[in-house]
């Protein structure tokens, strides 16, 4: 038995969707711990392309419980339209395989227009527009309403008035139209009956599941960059994307979990605002983009794209507590020629061994660069490292060297198959 924490090493899309799928096999449980419908996951099975926001990775494998945390934001609506998505493909056979946590925030209408308004004025970060942030602020200001809720008119209708007591006149002064507090309880309750027989108390089901002796995967959304506390701020997503996120979204002592484990693509990809010192423009940026086919799965934006950024990934190990990675998309960097990779950051003559946390620090931070032959082959047949190309081998190798932690699996096409597995964290001993 094992409890794994699986969570994004860079600025989200590490392809987190592939691994978490892989390392669901050794799992009874998936379960996500933060974040909402700005996530977007990509499986490719049997060929097959599915793209899911809400419901871990998980529910690919049938029998395996698939939990939505407390420490998330649920849209009751993308939610249906996914459960009934998945169904229709073959897959949720069983309701019992899914949990949505009773205490999991509600992104209702209003807090969607907030967002995409405050994207059209000044001061737009980029977010996905999902309604992340305003949810999570009225959690926060504790005005949020919650799964529980749903099922509880009476209540329901008592703080969605209070709350657009104060939204629908900030609304106004933003130039978007207010709502009717009647519409938005009928439709939402309409979803709580939809989804009652999901909504339970999700840690105390997470918690008998460990000690049941069963294996549990905490699936993190987005990446370290992101985080609301140590990423990029203020260009970070509204929630905990770190490994102590699982803690406080699931309810979970961090005394449970063995190990954790983060995931980067063998590059660097971006969406939405804020710097990215390693970015490449024009058409080297592109190149890597159409190799990597680089379009956001949930926005259908291009990503932007850069050289990898190992002060960031050191960020992201130290703040985890990463035993080891496992790396995406090497495949892509085939015939990019040479490669580059960031070693360090250079700020007023001092060599910088973490990407800077502080805006204005990052903004004027240069990066160290060294230059890696790179190799011509394709590599997506390959099942063994000591098969890759000798100069696929020297940029994993220095990968591990220049981060102290070893790579769990190397990831050389979209399918399950295309994968070289190293080590396996289900197997793993306790990390003290
Ligand atoms: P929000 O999470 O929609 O509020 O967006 C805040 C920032 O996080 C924006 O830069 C988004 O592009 C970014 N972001 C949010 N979710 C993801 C994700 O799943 N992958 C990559 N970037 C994301």
Redesign the pocket.
């Known amino acids: 038995m094992a409890v794994v924490v699986i969570v994004?090493a860079q600025?989200?899309?590490e392809g987190k969707g592939k691994v978490v799928d892989l390392y669901t096999e050794h799992a009874d449980v998936v379960a996500r711990f933060g974040?909402?419908p700005?996530?977007?996951h990509t499986l490719v099975v049997d060929g097959n392309k599915l793209v899911t926001h809400l419901i871990p990775s998980g529910v690919l494998r049938a029998g395996k419980k698939c939990v939505l945390g407390d420490g998330m934001v649920v849209d009751p609506q993308t939610l249906l339209e996914e459960i009934a998505g998945i169904k229709s493909r073959g897959y949720l056979v069983d309701d019992g395989d899914l949990l949505i946590g009773e205490r999991a925030h509600v992104i209702l209408p209003y807090h969607r227009r907030i967002?995409q308004i405050r994207e059209s004025r000044a001061g737009a970060?980029?977010?996905?527009?999902?309604g992340?942030?305003p949810a999570y602020e009225a959690k926060v200001a504790r005005r949020g309403i919650r799964m529980a809720d749903l099922l509880r008119p009476d209540r329901l209708r008592a703080l969605v008035a209070q709350n657009l007591d104060e939204v629908n006149p900030y609304l106004e002064r933003l130039g978007g139209e207010a709502f009717q507090a009647d519409i938005i309880v009928d439709e939402a309750l309409r979803h709580g009956e939809s989804l009652r027989r999901y909504i339970a108390d999700a840690s105390r089901f997470v918690h008998d599941s460990i000690r049941r002796g069963q294996s549990v995967l905490f699936e993190g959304?987005?990446?370290a960059l992101?985080d609301v506390d140590h990423g990029t701020y203020p260009?970070?997503?509204?929630?905990s994307t770190l490994a102590g996120g699982a803690c406080t979204g699931l309810g979970i002592g961090p005394t449970s979990i063995h190990v954790v484990i983060g995931i980067t693509k063998a590059y660097a990809t971006?969406?939405?605002?804020?710097p990215f010192p390693t970015e490449l423009d024009g058409t080297e940026g592109e190149r890597l983009r159409d190799a990597g086919a680089e379009f956001?799965?949930?926005?259908g934006?291009p990503?932007r794209c850069g050289w990898l950024d190992i002060p960031g990934l050191r960020l992201a190990v130290r703040i985890n507590g990463m035993a080891g990675l496992a790396l995406t998309k090497l495949d892509v960097l085939k015939a990019i020629r040479p490669i580059k990779m960031c070693v360090a950051y250079r700020l007023g003559g001092k060599l910088l061994d973490e990407i800077p946390q502080d805006p204005a620090d990052l903004a004027h931070a240069e990066p160290v660069f060294e230059t890696l032959d790179g190799w011509s082959e394709d590599i997506r047949d390959v099942r063994d490292l000591d098969d890759l190309p000798p100069g696929a081998r020297r940029y994993l190798a220095r990968i591990e060297d220049l981060l102290g932690v070893p790579l769990y699996l190397v990831s050389v096409g979209p399918s399950r198959a295309e994968t070289i597995v190293l080590k396996n964290p289900f197997r793993a001993e306790r990390t003290e």
Do not use: M, Y
């Open positions: 994004g600025w989200g899309d974040g909402g700005n996530a977007g967002d970060i980029g977010t996905t527009k999902r992340i942030g959304a987005q990446g992101l260009f970070v997503t509204s929630s971006r969406v939405g605002g804020g956001g799965s949930t926005t934006r990503r």
